[in-house]
């Protein structure tokens, strides 16, 4: 029987993986290399070993009511998107509303997580840890990892043929911190991403001129949608994803081309997407288009060569004196701490997971991975999904569990959304409303909107056609939360205010 729950990282993830335990009766202690909560959000000068790290001016890209715990909503007078020190404080405020921060070990690092020698039986892991020198070893029933996947920086300089020549300085986005120092410099960002786009368009204030390098385009949307709602109020609803399942696949591709083009033609910007059609994560940017017309940034192709001061691209365009190349490369997902690294990668250095949560080959399922899943759609309400579905699982309560896990021919998800939709980087890419609603629907939390329409027609109609947002998944079952139906009939005020 699971008791002792092991939490690694103190992060959104890893507090909504302690408050998921605490309601099930469970015993967490949670262990946080930093010195307080936040992972991500939590902004330092300078990027830490083994921790993620975030540049000064960051903002969320999903607004305040898609994004915050399902049971804890922003206060009224937030802002609809959010500076990092904001929501930090909002994560830290959470933290002490539940009571968490008494079952976290802070400046403790996890060494090693490694299976008890019986294993098999119990289900058990030793967990070592270090704090001021000392090393420490316990054994837990479970284990969750909430580490997120935004700390080990990959850096692909083979791929870049010349680097080793190049004058320049160059380094990855993880060490970017303000543009200050950039000024009257050429710069070359590498990594049409949302860290990429948002270090370009702040650059090209300072600047001399900012290039901005992209191997495949991606589509780009604003944070400001129609009449000015937040995007994701408008666009992550049931209604949609409903229409989007029914509708055959060329017509869902040619309103889903349409409706990402809606506010410029991403052709004539240069950042048309190689696979038009693909799902995967749109850029957030209110201001690279406007950054473009201006002149300020310019988009170029993927790089062929690095010379000494200048730079060859693949449409043979040379760029001379370039000062500055900012590696906007993302990250490699990396468990240093996994005595062995395969129960979580497999071939190919990529992520298998039963419903992007557990690794599928363990011979008992008491170890979950957290936050890995991305789609378009906010993490916290996620995390927190994924919490209480694997504390289920945990505890015995899923009981198809075995025979599911065990399929031969099962996609990396083991999902059932589209997985050709979200072009070659399938492994944790997904669609939010699907995934949630599967998790949701496994241990009996999901919002069941034809029973709401006999018996309270108006929360119904907000249900299906209104934002999906995190409240939804605390309306009924277990863990429901009494001030869910309200907080869903009240979003817009708080929206407009």
Known sequence: MVQRVAVVGAGVSG??????????????????????????????????????????????????EMMCYPDFPFPD???????????????????EHFDLLRHIQFKTLVTKVKKRPDFSVTGQWEVVTQRDGKEDTAVFDAVMVCSGHHVYPNLPLDDFPGIQKFKGCYFHSREYKEPEKFRGKKVLVIGLGNSGSDIAVELSAVASQVYLSSRSGSWVMSRVWDNGYPWDMLVITRFRTWLENILPRAISDWLYVRGMNRFFKHENFGLMPL???????????????????????????????????????QDGTVQ????????????????P??????????????????????????????????????SLGPIIPTADLQCRWAIKVFQ????????????????????????????????????????????????????????????????????????????????????KWSGARKAILTQWDRTLR
């Not at 802002?79 to 933290?95: D, E, F, G, T, V």
């Open 15 to 64: 507090l909504a993986a302690i408050k998921c335990c605490l309601e099930e009766g469970l015993e967490p202690t949670c262990f946080e290399q930093s010195e307080d909560v936040g992972g991500l959000w939590r902004y330092t000068d300078q990027a830490e070993e083994g921790r993620a790290s975030i540049y000064r001016t960051v903002f969320t890209n999903s607004c305040k």
């Open 77 to 95: 007078d937030h802002p609809n998107y959010m500076h990092n020190a904001r929501l930090q404080h909002y994560i830290c405020k959470y933290a």
């Open 275 to 313: 696979n038009r059609t693909s799902r995967k994560e749109p850029v957030f940017n209110d201001d690279l288009p406007s950054r473009i017309a201006c002149g300020v940034v310019v988009i170029k192709p993927n790089v062929k060569e690095f010379r000494e001061t200048s730079i060859l691209f």
């Open 320 to 335: 001379d004196d370039v000062d500055v190349v900012v590696f906007a490369t993302g990250y490699s997902y990396s468990y």
């Open 337 to 374: 701490f996994m005595e062995d690294d395969s129960i979580i990668k497999s071939r190919d250095n990529q992520v298998t997971l039963y419903k992007g949560i557990l690794p599928p080959r363990l011979e008992k399922p008491t170890l979950a991975v957290i936050g890995l899943v991305q």
């Open 396 to 479: 015995g309560k899923k009981k198809k569990l075995k025979k599911q896990r065990e399929k031969p021919k099962a996609t990396p998800l083991f999902l059932s959304s589209l997985p050709g939709r979200y072009g070659n980087n399938t492994t944790l890419q997904t669609d939010y409303i699907t995934y949630m609603d599967e998790l949701a629907s496994a241990i009996g939390v999901k919002p069941n909107v034809l029973k709401l329409l006999l018996t309270d027609p108006r929360l119904a109609l907000e249900v299906f056609f209104g934002p999906c947002s995190p409240y939804q998944f605390r309306l009924m079952g277990p863990g």
